[in-house]
């Protein structure tokens, strides 16, 4: 009896995990350009070098479209004391979404941003 519940306590060892999901080609090959361009003004680098890759564009679109709101946030700070608090609060907020949004490349996906995909998808080149 004992050894039946052994053996129902430990871990059972599972074979999907042994195999690695393949990743799509265009994700591996634009994922670096989709990383940076989550940094400020290198939202650039993606749309002007990968053409091409739809998860490079995907990504630097909305990276663009965040950079914009930051540029807009950072005027906003020349009005005296509520420019320095809507400044602060969209610091915050914008590198909060940078980051989960690296996080999401990294993982290979493609994320919709809230509010920002809806804008990003209006541009064109």
Known sequence: MEEQEK?????QKDDTSS???????IIKEGKFFAVIGYFSI??????????????????GKQALVLFILEAAAAILKS?????DIVFSLAFVAFGLLSLVAIVKVLM????????????AQKISF
């Open 19 to 25: 195999h690695k999901k393949e990743v799509d080609p």
């Open 42 to 59: 290198l939202c650039l680098v993606p749309l002007i070098l990968k053409k091409d890759n739809k998860f490079a564009q995907f990504h």
């Open 79 to 83: 009005i005296p004391v509520v420019g």
């Open 108 to 119: 290979d996906e493609y994320w919709e941003m809230p509010y920002v995909y809806d804008i």
């Open 7 to 11: 053996d129902n306590l430990e871990p």
